[in-house]
């Protein structure tokens, strides 16, 4: 059995993907460069349009093609099929055939009525890897002042899949204003999922369900800001970010790269929370606050991102930040500071 934690195998991810670099003088949310402003839209479908997502996504047969007694026949899975999209063509996943699809227009819809009324805007839309997940960003009209000076912006952020890895979705997530730092916000310890929808069933009565749900969810700020004073209530020493380090990025004892790598991955939180003048604002000063966000600024702002499968640097952070093992360490690092200094 292996001794190696949870906590170790986040870090021994993340450490690769978030080596020290020149830190930006501007700092910019995850979302910048990457995905398109909509515009003042009045429903989903404005967006889908403004953002360039009003296509659709088709089923067709998927197998292989075989030879027999010199002729080339196509043998069609049984059990499976593939999501193509409609205006290029791609083929986005091999799914269950089963499977249900749930169009862009269909999957953020059901928030045509919050914003008709004013409950939120549509500030951005894309796409990740060519359209296997399609994403709307709302902007909530309420901004949370964690300490003078620090305040928080809401957002939710609306997902669906096409390649059958995840169901439609709807994330709260916290953008710290000063340094455009993003935090998933969990529904319950531990949980970072959201609200979601599986592709089976009645598609468009879980999609009203979700609506609902939806608003019962809402609280999940004002329980994140009141974790956020409690944070910022509590001053630590130099031991305790020492503690706190050792729980986000445990160090091996044998020597080697992953050693190298993580050491210089503390150092340069540690520089964060002692020097950078974001985190040395009057009122969050030395606070557990202020070293959560020297984490969190760190993996969005400072960390080398691995570019696959033709991903551009901006859609590879994005996704580090908002979805990846960038949001999970995020996560993380202010589950523990709430274990440590706010029990």
């Known amino acids: 059995m292996s001794n190696v934690t949870p906590v170790q195998e986040i870090a021994d991810e993340i450490i690769e993907d978030a080596l020290p670099i020149t830190v930006p003088q501007v700092f910019t949310p995850a979302w910048n460069g990457f995905g398109k402003q909509v515009g003042t839209v009045k429903n989903a479908a404005e967006a889908m349009v403004n953002a360039n997502l009003n296509w659709s996504v088709m089923l067709a047969d998927c197998g292989w093609q075989g030879t027999n007694n010199g002729q080339t026949s196509f043998y069609p899975s ?31 819809s059901f928030l045509d009525g919050l914003i008709g009324d004013g409950d939120m805007t549509v ?19 309420q901004v949370d002042e964690v300490a003078d000076g620090d305040t928080s912006k ?32 969990a529904l319950k310890q531990g949980d970072g999922e959201g609200v979601t929808v599986r592709h089976s069933g009645d598609i468009n ?66 520089s964060n929370f002692y020097a950078h003048p974001l985190q040395l604002l009057p009122s969050i000063k030395g606070t557990a606050w202020a070293l959560v966000n020297a984490a969190t600024q760190h993996v969005d702002h400072a960390g080398r991102i691995r570019l ?24 993380l690092a202010f589950d523990t500071a709430m274990e440590l200094f706010a029990a």
């Open 78 to 108: 049984k059990g499976f099929v593939a999501t193509v999209r409609s205006d290029s063509l791609a083929t986005l996943g091999i799914v269950s055939r089963k499977y249900k699809t749930v169009q862009n227009i269909d999957a953020f």
């Open 123 to 141: 500030e951005t839309a894309g796409v990740l890897d060519g359209g296997c997940k399609v994403w709307v960003l709302c902007n909530l009209p």
């Open 154 to 185: 809401r957002y939710l952020l609306f997902s669906n899949s096409h390649d059958g890895s995840s169901a439609v979705r709807c994330l709260p997530t916290s953008i710290r204003v000063v340094c455009q730092n993003t935090l998933a916000l």
């Open 205 to 270: 009565e879980k999609l009203i369900i979700a609506r609902n749900t939806l608003s019962l969810t809402l609280d999940i700020f004002d329980r994140h800001l009141a974790d956020a004073r409690k944070l910022v209530a509590r001053a630590v020493t130099g031991d305790d970010v020492i503690g706190f380090l050792d729980r986000i990025l445990p160090v091996p004892a044998d020597k080697g790269n992953g050693r190298t790598l993580k050491l210089a991955t503390r150092e340069a939180i540690t």
């Open 308 to 331: 696959t499968d033709g991903k551009t640097e901006a859609e590879a952070r994005f996704n580090n930040s908002i979805y990846g093992t960038g949001a999970k360490v995020k996560r």
